[in-house]
């Protein structure tokens, strides 16, 4: 009789690559179920996110108090310096910003009507249409995307009652966070099957050493990359120098894409005010203080907080703003770092905190024949 199980056989490459996708398929499901439940509860979701950033400047403050002082009073004073620290850096800001906001408009204003000029009559030989066309585009790019952060912020901060429960969460997440972390950690953890315990322990530790590294890391690098364009402009001689470095402070918190953005406000202001040679200087300030910060900064300050390419940084921060504009832009490259990290390890890639492999299969040893 012919053997009924023969036939035509799926090749084991297909197989593979079935298995794969099936297993992707009901992963990426898992993930979208968790994200339409956090996004019910979002503003608690980032009240305890913002706990955790404050809780990461704080930390280490507060440990060093510890050192003389009792815990709590550490911990209140740790916050009460790193709350006047942060309120001090945005008074200078805001107030260099506003003081100079009218002639840092007319400046622009200026700017933007020369490159329109160069761009009729220079090399480019653009018609009025064709540049009309491309400054609206512009225009309304930048129009809708203020308008979409100011209507999702305002959004969220309509409901008092939401205001207050998000402030109570943030505000308890981050006490709690500074005085009970190993508590907190390991009842999460105690709840976990006892066989996955010390990989979600050692994954948990290593995204939230990304996270920290990044936090404290990317306010040091936008300090100094204000300070470097303020000092660059000074020399330059272009007007509005601490407005300018106000702007490049705020755009450094957006990694590899910010700061150079920022900085092509102060092109535009030197193009008005001292000529196509300075923009041209300050453009190339642009470059040195992009390579500084990417080739200096980042690995001295952060380390291996956050160890990814640029390609899938501008990645993370374009996804992020798609996702949750202007807060998704500012949180993707610390959230996308802690999985890079939590990827690594679990794939055995992480030299420093190598994943155990499988316990190999034991085979049982032959019994031994009975004695005759």
């Known amino acids: 009789m012919a053997d009924q199980s023969s036939g035509p056989q799926v090749p084991q490459t297909l197989q593979n690559a079935a298995g794969i996708t099936w297993r992707l398929l009901v992963l990426l499901a898992g993930l979208a179920v968790i994200g339409i439940i956090l996004g019910r509860i979002f503003p608690v979701v980032f009240a305890l996110f913002m706990a955790l950033l404050v809780t990461a400047w704080t930390s280490p403050v507060m440990n060093l108090l510890n050192r003389f002082l009792p815990k709590v009073l550490a911990m209140i004073l740790a916050l009460f310096l790193i709350i006047s620290a942060i309120a001090l850096i945005l008074f200078i800001v805001v107030r260099s910003t506003i003081s100079e906001s009218s002639k840092l408009v007319s400046s622009l204003q200026s700017g933007l009507a020369d ?125 509005l120098a601490p407005a300018l470095s106000a702007v490049v402070f705020f755009g450094a918190f957006i990694p590899v894409i910010g700061a150079p953005i920022a900085t092509f406000f102060a092109a535009v202001v030197a193009l008005a005010e001292r000529g196509p040679v300075i923009a041209l200087l300050v453009i190339g300030l642009t470059v040195v203080v992009g390579s500084f910060d990417g080739d200096v900064l980042q690995p001295l300050v952060m380390g291996k907080a956050v160890s990814l390419h640029p390609l899938a940084i501008i990645f993370a921060i374009a996804a992020g703003s798609i996702a949750l504009g202007i807060v998704g832009a ?19 890639r992480d030299p420093d905190n190598p994943f155990p492999p499988p316990p190999l299969p034991v085979t049982p040893a032959p019994a031994a024949p009975a004695a005759s």
């Open 115 to 239: 490159i329109r000029s160069w761009l009729k009559d220079g090399p480019l030989g653009m018609t009025d249409e064709a540049v009309n066309s491309l400054l609206s585009q512009a225009e309304t790019w930048g129009t809708n995307a203020a308008k979409g952060f100011l209507s999702s912020a305002a959004g969220e901060l309509s409901n008092l009652g939401t205001v207050i429960i998000a402030g109570s969460v943030f505000l308890f997440g981050v006490i709690f966070f500074l005085l009970t972390p190993n508590k907190i950690w390991s009842w999460f953890i105690s709840w976990l099957p006892r066989s996955i315990e010390p990989t979600v322990d050692t994954s948990g530790r290593i995204a939230w050493g990304a996270i920290s590294g990044y936090t404290r890391g990317i306010v040091i690098i936008a300090l100094a990359d204000a300070t470097l364009v303020f000092i660059g402009l000074t020399i330059l001689q272009v007007p």
């Open 330 to 348: 500012l949180i993707a490259v610390p959230i996308a770092g802690a999985v890079y990290g939590v990827a690594k390890f679990v794939t055995g």
